[in-house]
């Protein structure tokens, strides 16, 4: 069983910053890619950032400059800062996760999804 438990979301000011949280859990060997997504209402699911596990990060144009993920490998967990936030970042965040799941005798590798996080951003 693994587990991807997102927080920080909630209500900000346009300009103000906020800090997203994913822990993952469970019988995992090793995670690969992690990555946050968001879906805004009426819209289709679309990549924030990602991060491999050697640190290296791609971004979505609309938020480059502006966001920075990061990741605690000891932890398993990845984080996304969010500063300078418009009223347009306001959607429903997701945190991914390419992982290997430790069994007796094998691994399997696979992804997986938090239940996401809600961010407004509004005055």
């Known amino acids: 069983q693994v587990q991807l438990v997102e927080s920080g979301g909630g209500l900000v000011q346009p300009g103000g910053s906020m800090t997203l949280s994913c822990a993952a859990s469970?019988?995992?060997?090793?995670?690969?890619?992690m990555g946050w997504y968001r879906q805004a209402p009426g819209k289709q699911r679309e990549l924030v950032a990602t991060?491999?596990?050697?640190?290296?990060?791609n971004y979505a144009d609309s938020v480059k400059g502006r966001f920075t993920i990061s990741r605690d490998n000891a932890k398993n967990t990845v984080y996304l800062q969010m500063n300078s936030l418009k009223p347009e970042d306001t959607a429903d965040y997701y945190c991914?996760?390419?992982?290997?799941?430790?069994?007796?005798?094998?691994?399997?590798?696979?992804?997986?999804w938090g239940q996401g996080t809600q961010v407004t951003v509004s005055s």
């Open positions: 469970g019988n995992i060997f090793i995670i690969y890619d």
């Open positions: 991914n996760a390419d992982l290997v799941r430790s069994f007796a005798s094998y691994r399997i590798r696979d992804g997986y």
């Open positions: 991060i491999n596990r050697g640190g290296s990060t």
